[in-house]
């Protein structure tokens, strides 16, 4: 059975990083999986018509299980490999989805919602080290953008599935939606035996004939004595020896002086993305069009073209950025981000006007704008901060953590960091419904505001990994100084290296046999 599985393994880098990435589009499907119901008569009749405080535990339940997932496969991670824990997620997301479309009253709901993140969580974390381990320099920031590309998709095709279902006049116009998106799950679980493990994972295992022939087979079409294999076989064994030599494995280790600089920007790659207010944008656009003015399907209709524009803006990223310098991204992103957020709220408070009541009998939309010009413009500035974070922050929040944590911790560093993205998720998606009934259009203010933080943090402080190999990032980190912007970047060695591998292949006759010595064993 095993050798059949092999025979059929994938041996194709982009298929295998796609199927990795399931766990973005299953994270989109969640996303408008809410934004698209939550304004539906048929949601509000079957759950009471929730306030602002219930529709964000609601809605946060998602990220709270995804943040105890994520933190649970810091040891799944390790201790069965990042592709296996992909495989565990795939039953606990289809167990969930199972309760999501069987759902009865509220509490049901977030328990639902509450499996469904934990699996979730698993799939954030472990999905792009996975791809990271897999890539090489030349590809690893466009393989991990499939992510943030597949979140997109996730929250396009369900925002249209559950925008049909609408107008079905019964609870199956939320029913099906859940119960459909079950379905990714149910492939990712028949396609994990054929999608091959992490060699750097084999590696650190000392499963080292393994770990070589998934490096030869998605490189190098399965000859083992290509430079690029004979290579990355050399540094992934060099660096795995340092670490064993002189680290521990302990959760400490994360925070020693060596570490605690890459663990801490591995962090706050993902709690800038988030605070940018994206995901506030995302979960409740409904409501943000509706301050602006529009009402009824109309509505929904508006907030599917900014999901089609994070589709379509993610597809620079995909393209070049393996080309980009990451500094330059976020902090451009920050930067962009900021201005249409204050642009919108400056425009939202100039031409608005409070409405205790709430408009058209929604309590969290408290504020409404009518000039129609302003109204056109706060669109407008919606789908421009969209485009923005889809081309910068959105696809590099998941590559710089992956990519910047030494293999020894990185099962643990990442999924730490992915803890904070989802703690980041849920409260905002909890308290940003009480935030546009309390305070309004400064919830805009903060998000910028916070963009603009983010700018001055990756200025002083990320380092630049832009076509750096995965060992080369101790380089990164270990240079002349912490402050990123007094750093002068160096090009890969990573290059050179192959280059001088060659040399001496062709220097022996190409007769050259990769020896694999045992890496010292673990204590």
Known sequence: MMNSIHKYRINNVYLAAGLCTIGGLLQGFDVSSMSAIIGTQQYKEYFHNPGSVKQGGITASMAGGSLLGALFSSWTGDRFGRRDSLFIASIIWVIGSALMCSVQNIAHLIVARIVNGFA????????????????????????????????????????????????????????????????????????????????????????????????????????????????????????????????????????????????????????????????????????????????????????????????????????????????????????????????????????????????????????FVSNEKASKAVIACSYLFIATYSVTWGPVGWVYPAEIIPLYIRSKAVSLATVFNWAMNFSLTF???????????????????????ALVHVFLLFQESCGKSLEEMDDVFKNESIWAFKVKYTKSEFGRAIERTAAQVNKEDGTGILEVEEAPART
């Not at 979140?151 to 939606?177: D, Q, V």
């Not at 859940?178 to 799950?185: D, H, L, R, S």
């Not at 546009?436 to 998000?447: E, G, L, P, Y």
């Open 431 to 453: 308290w940003s419904p009480i935030g546009f009934q309390t305070i309004q259009w400064k919830v805009h203010i903060i998000f910028g505001s916070l963009c603009c933080v």
């Open 120 to 367: 979730v969580g698993i799939l954030t974390s472990q999905g792009p080290i996975l791809i990271a381990e897999l890539s090489t320099p030349q590809n690893r920031g466009r393989l991990i953008s499939l992510q943030q590309w597949m979140i997109t998709w996730g929250i396009l095709i369900m925002y249209f599935l559950t925008f049909g279902t609408s107008y079905i006049k019964s609870p199956a116009s939320f029913r099906i939606p859940w119960g459909v998106q079950m379905i990714p799950g149910l492939i990712l679980f028949a396609a994990i035996p054929f999608i091959p493990r992490s060699p750097r994972w084999l590696a650190s295992q000392d499963r080292w004939d393994e770990a070589i022939d998934i490096l030869a087979t998605l490189h190098a079409k399965g000859d083992k004595q290509s430079p690029l294999v004979l290579t990355e076989v050399s540094e992934i064994r060099r660096r795995i020896e340092i670490e064993r030599q002189s680290k521990t494995l302990s959760w400490s280790e994360l925070f020693k002086r060596q570490n605690i600089i890459r663990v801490t920007s591995a962090i706050f790659s993902h709690v800038w993305s988030q605070y940018s207010g994206t995901n506030a944008m995302f979960y409740y656009i409904v409501y943000i069009f509706q301050m602006a003015g529009l009402s009824g399907n109309f509505t929904l209709v508006a907030a599917s073209v900014q999901y089609v524009i994070a589709v379509v803006m993610t597809v620079p990223a995909l393209l070049w950025m393996d080309k980009w310098p990451r500094r330059k991204v976020m902090m451009y992103g920050s930067a962009g981000m900021a201005f249409w957020l204050f642009l919108e709220a400056g425009l939202m408070g100039r031409y608005g006007y409070a409405v205790p009541e709430g408009v058209n009998g929604v309590k969290t939309v408290t504020w």
